[in-house]
């Protein structure tokens, strides 16, 4: 008999693959894993009036390829995207530069094909989007740390790492960064940062690659303006619309001025992005982005208060946590006698789902002793229950906390 999972050609699969996937992902009962959004702040019912009008009056053009429109995508959704981002990240900037992906990681890709081959050194922030780490590993590009710090990258050791390379002989074909609610550790770079940054971009001719996928999601204050929006000619940016509506999507965007835009729709050969998705979004969010955000990031200023309450005993010092005003993550340092991935694979047969701190890091062991957490998809009463649990499995594998009878937080506000 023929094992049916075998298949006769296996031996003929590319050398340089990604590591495969396992049959079924596992849902825990506590997932702070994944950078869901909360299933209530979907807005169904507007969602299915926005479907219903774009379809009445544009519906016969999903007979055409990008909708007999422009291979950028959607003309009414690029619209959306400059508008909100010249209003909220002082970027202005035509549709004409606006491409629409199939989520942010479409961009990530693009970039990477324009920019990157095998053997190409990049820089990646020193705790990251672990999406960025494994790319370019499987790319067979070397990623080498920009320092980090409470305020974001520290942009003296950013110079120090710069002139290592050129000193070597080499210069990085990108900065990556997360400069606006860095994912994980949330921090939001400084203006004064974000000038020096681009003084050292250019003085070394590399070029910033700006990851805003979080950058809406900010409750109190505002942030400095977007790397693009103060040079343009320096940078590339990828934004996404996954955690301001709906990750399944499958929408975001990338800007670039024409020469490396014009580059990108050479290679970007999948007939165009989800032309439904496009349309239901931009009807939407033309009347109600700011109003959907506005009540999206109160539910999540309520899911953090209800993470850092102060009554509960835990396994993670919270005052980063605590100070952010932003996001729906955030890093949990760990003491130095408990390991982030022996925490996480105990945590697991415990129904929890959590991120290891080295799995986010440029150099693992800088986040042995961390974990990520997201509290975008889990209830209130889940956060309660499950930071319980995990201090009971912390407990009982690490001797912290020094007794694992947390009660639930029921008084954050």
Not at 155 to 170: F, N, S, T, V
Not at 201 to 219: G, K, N, S, V
Not at 354 to 360: C, E, K, L, S
């Amino acid at each position: 008999m023929t094992d049916p999972d075998r298949i006769a050609y296996a031996r003929s699969f590319a050398s340089k693959l990604p590591p495969a996937k396992v049959r079924e992902e596992v849902n825990r009962k506590y997932n702070f894993g994944t950078g869901h959004n909360d299933p209530d702040a979907i807005p169904v019912e507007s969602f299915a009036e926005a479907a219903r009008n774009v379809l009445r009056r544009e519906g016969r053009n999903l007979a055409i390829y990008g909708l007999g429109g422009s291979a950028l995508g959607y003309k009414d959704l690029r619209e959306v995207v400059a508008d909100k981002l010249r209003r909220h990240r002082g970027i202005d900037i035509g549709i004409d530069n606006v491409l629409i992906t199939s989520g942010s990681l479409q961009g990530m890709d693009l970039i990477n094909s324009l920019l990157l081959d095998g053997g190409d050194t990049v820089i990646i922030e020193q705790f990251t989007y672990v999406a960025a780490l494994s790319k370019a590993k499987w790319l067979g590009v070397e990623a080498v740390p920009a320092p980090l710090d409470d305020g974001g990258i520290d942009m003296d050791g950013l110079a120090a790492q710069l002139e290592r390379l050129k000193l070597a002989g080499k210069r990085a074909k990108y900065i990556y960064t997360i400069p606006t609610i860095q994912n994980p550790t949330g921090s939001i770079l400084s203006l004064e940062r974000r000038h020096r940054l681009i003084e050292l971009a250019r003085h070394y001719q590399t070029p910033i690659f700006e990851d805003e996928c979080y950058a809406d999601l900010i409750w109190a204050g505002e942030a400095p303006p977007a790397l693009y929006g103060l040079a343009p000619d320096q940078v590339i940016h990828i934004g996404s619309f996954s955690k301001t509506l709906a990750p399944a999507l499958r929408l975001g965007y990338l800007l670039a001025p024409w020469d490396a835009l014009g580059q990108i729709l050479a290679f970007k050969s999948d007939g165009g992005t989800g032309a439904l998705d496009q349309m239901v979004a931009a009807e939407y969010f033309r009347d109600h982005f700011d109003s959907h955000v506005a009540t999206l990031t109160r539910m999540l200023k309520r899911k953090l208060d209800v993470l850092v309450g102060s009554d509960r005993p835990r396994i993670w010092h919270c005052g980063q946590c605590a100070g952010a005003a932003r996001g729906s993550l955030c890093v949990g340092p760990l003491p130095k006698s408990v390991d982030a991935r022996k925490l996480s694979e105990q945590a697991a047969k415990a129904d929890i789902a959590i991120n290891a701190g080295p799995d986010w890091a440029v150099e693992p062991e800088d986040g042995a002793h961390s974990i990520r957490l997201c509290f975008g998809l889990v209830t209130e009463s889940e956060i309660n229950e499950g930071i319980a649990e995990l201090a009971r499995v912390c407990h009982e594998n690490f001797g912290v906390p020094e007794h694992s009878a947390n009660r639930p937080n029921r008084g954050a506000a």
